[in-house]
Structures are given as structure tokens and as C-alpha cells.
């Protein structure tokens, strides 16, 4: 591949280095020039470009990411479309991820054009949520390199989702007469949740004296009809005999490991009566945050393996977190706060496509489209609402007369879609980890739709995009977290979220919400076949 500076004139066929303005035409980055396009750059003055221009055995940035990805043996993972030379990959389900970093530094060692990034082995991910990504940073590379990339994959399976598989859980708690017992119910209902992701469930508990006979008799008991049994001592694991490791081989189990390089979760113990694993579980297994103990339960629930040597190898990567505190208990009653999840509800377009009149203004029912739309999410969990208004403001007031929502004017509506998500994300408040971006033209929307996606957002900490979607298309709505505000303030034009998605590197969570995800009203046509009718 060639890139430079050449004349317009000989253009055609090359792929353009940056946007370009010509006149009314827009001519986005990567864009390969037609004969057309260099008349028009032509007629507007331009007489050099910067290009880049293929050569023989060239592969195009998407045609490589393509052919890349393609070659790659993985399983439970989704191939998604290339877009700027990149092709994302995402988990079709819940559980653990698992790599073969050796593959991955030999694709990234062939050509710094050539990139694979991951999510960290054995992490945790959601179905739906982006694995790895395929990368070409030129706009072309040389075939023989995608070649090598390829015969590379063909070695063996490069990563894997290995889904989650529901199973029955019984808890034992023993009980000292320093523990209350609102402590052992807060811990049942905090293991309950942590169970919920993997589909599995809590189905027996039993409370004992911290003795290791009865124990072993618990244990023994649960471990005949459940998959799992998880075991939390009243005191602390104090000695590689103590009360939970003794009570496993009492019960004519064995013990995998006891103790793990990983904190907070120093104190776990790993062991199996039968085929059934048993986890003596840390003290901050009580704690609702990251520690060793939801380390190995993910990976059990996974199908995977862990043995003693894995429990060894976790100590790089293994201190979570430093509790100030430390000697001192930690506060069991502490739970992190819900992230909370703001909407913006986009009313401030033109309807150009309409010939005149305003589509939020159209009649479903009694209501105009964007009241009916602003009492849904108004409906939803969202903590808040802010409409952005800009195209007949006055009219959009006026239908939104007597709702406690308030409205926000983009004097810039005219420029397209990023100036009215500025405004709107600008407007919330500094406690939002998420945006909910919500169009007014969309009305097969429903406030449980919403509720979905806010729920979604939640499980994955406000780490992640979560997008609606219908029969695996993306649509809308969609929630941004707090980490790409910064981003939304650099948009340009009629661009949108899609392009923060694409873009930004952030994991995307889709969320199947049904035909609502798909349906808007941009055309009379489409208008009248959702049920609106127009009014001037």
C-alpha cells in the first residue's frame, strides 16, 4: 500500500486518508473514490489528496479483518460485521472466557498492522458482550501477512465462552454465638444473587455448630443431590486443618487446596465429596465485591476445571483491592450503590423526511408520538428524564404540558443528531453512570423494554454499552456509559451513538427487546402503518 499526496485526478479507486468537504458532499474517511466523487472534488477546487492507494496483493482493512477473524476456531462466539477495518467478537453466552495467549502475542507479533485484543482469561462476561476485537490499522494490508494470520488460527482453537450450566447449590453456615443471624440472612440472599448469573440456584441451606462433625454430617447430606455445596464458617480458616478442611475429609471428601493468592479470598478452601465440588468460602464471600471466591465459583459453574496448580497461579492479577481498615472486620453491611441511569430523550429533529410535518407531533391514540413516548420512560427505572428539543420547541412544550420532565433547547438542531446528544448528555446530572439515549420515534418502545436494558447496564456495573436489539439487529434505544460522556462532546454532524460503539472500544451488551427495537416513523408510510396519524 501506498500513502500520500497525489492529484485528485488520479484518484479514482484510491481509499481516502481523511474527511473531506466538497462543496454539499461529505466524504467520510476510508471512503474509496469513484470517478464521480473526483468530478465533484474536481469542481470544488481540490486539486491534490491524501490517499492511500492499494497495490497488487493487497487486502482492504475490512477484507483482512474479515479473512482474520473468519480463520479463527472459537466456540459460543459470534462474528460480527467489518466496519473501519475492525470486526468485533461477542459471547452468544453467559460464562467464562478462555484464551490461548501464546496464539494471540504470535497473530499480534506478525505485523504491527495486525492487531488481536481479549478480554483477560477467565474473565467473566454476559451474553452478548464484546470477547475480542480484530484490528487492521492501515487501510490495507499485505495479503501474504493475512495469509500468516490465518495459518496461524488453523493451530487450534484460539478462544472460548464456556457457558455457564445452571446448577443446584446447598449452603451450609455455622453459627457461633457472636454471629446474629440477620449476618447468615444477608449472606444467603448476597449468594443467591451470585448464583442468578449463572443461571444456577440456591436450593438448600442448612446452619450448623462450628464443629467439624456437624459439618461433615451437612455436607455429606447436600452433597448426595446437589452439584455444589458451598460452606461458610462462622470464624475465619485459621490452620490447613481447621473446622471447614476437616469437616470435607470427614465427610469422605477430599481437599483440593486450601488457601489462595488472591485478596480479598485468601482463606478459601477448595475440595470435592464425590463429584460434588465443595467450596469453603472467605469471609468476603459475605461482601457483594469481587474477591477469590467468585473467581473459582464462575469457573466451576463453566464446566472448567480447578485444581490446585490454578489456584497456585492466580496471585499475578490476584490483589483486588486494599481495605483501609485492614485489621479490623470489614463492614459486612456495605453494598456498592446501583449505578444510577439517566434518559435523554431526543425530540429535536426536523421530520425531513416527512414533507412538512412534525412526526413527534403525530396522533397515537389521543396523545402526540413524543408525550406517549416521554410518559414511557417516565414509566421505566430511569432516575431521571431530560428532553432535548430544537425543530418547533414551543410545540414540543406544549405536548409535554403537565409532566415533570424538563426540556432542554438545542440551538444547533439543525446540524444533525451529535449537537442535540451533546446538549442532552451535557444536562444530566454529575451522579449518572449511564445515559439512556432514547429517540422520540420510536413507539413500540415499552417502559419493560427499558427497564431490560437499565437492568442489563446494572449486572455489568456501568462498564459497558448496552444496545436493543431485534432478532440479533441492532437498534435502539441505547445506554452509554459515563466513560464515553467525554466522547459524545467530540461528535460531529448527524453522527450518533453508533458511532461511539463502534469506535470507542467499549464492551457492547445487546439486549433483545423485540420489533420495538426496530420500528421508527420516518416515512408517512411508516408513520401510518405503526398506528400514527399526521397532523400539521
Known sequence: MKFGTIAVGQATGAVLAHSTSAGDHRYRKGHVLAAEDIAILEAAGLTEIVVAVLEPGDLGEDRAAEAIAASMQHRHVEVRQAATGRVNLHAQEAGVFTVDAGLIDALNAIDPSITVATLARYATVEKGQMVATVKIIPFAVGGHLVRQATELCAAGEVFAVNAFVPKRVGVIQTVLPS???????????????RLARSGSRLTAERRTPHEAGAVA????????DHDMVVIFGASALSDFDDVIPAAIRAAGGIVVRSGMPVDPGNLLVLGHIGTTAVIGAPGCARSPKENGFDWVLDRLMSGLEVTAADIAGMG??????????????????AIPPVPKVHAVLL??????????????????????LVRRTAERVLASKAESTVVVSGHQASRIREALAGLDIPVVYNADFASGLASSLKVGVSALPEDAAGALIVLGDMPEVLPADLDRLI???????????????????????????????????????????????????VDVIDVEIGKGAGVDVDTPEALEGAGGVLQD
Not at 316 to 333: A, C, F, K
Not at 347 to 368: C, D, E, Q, V
Not at 482 to 498: I, K, M, N, P, Y
Open 179 to 193: 454471629v446474629k443471624a440477620s449476618v447468615l440472612d444477608k449472606t444467603s440472599r448476597l449468594t443467591e444473587h
Open 217 to 224: 454430617e451437612a455436607a455429606r447430606a447436600l452433597a448426595r
Open 316 to 333: 499475578v492479577g490476584g490483589l483486588l483491592m486494599e481495605i483501609p481498615t485492614r485489621p479490623q472486620p470489614r463492614d459486612l453491611s
Open 347 to 368: 425530540a429535536a429533529g426536523r421530520s425531513s423526511r416527512m414533507g412538512g410535518p412534525n412526526k413527534l407531533m403525530a396522533l397515537f391514540g389521543a396523545k402526540p
Open 455 to 505: 437492568e442489563s447496564f446494572e449486572r455489568a456495573e456501568a462498564r459497558a454499552i448496552v444496545r436493543a436489539t431485534h432478532d440479533g439487529k441492532r437498534g435502539n434505544p441505547v445506554i452509554l456509559p459515563r466513560s464515553l460522556f467525554a466522547a459524545v462532546a467530540h461528535l460531529e454532524g448527524d453522527t450518533g451513538a453508533r458511532h461511539l460503539i463502534e469506535s470507542e472500544g
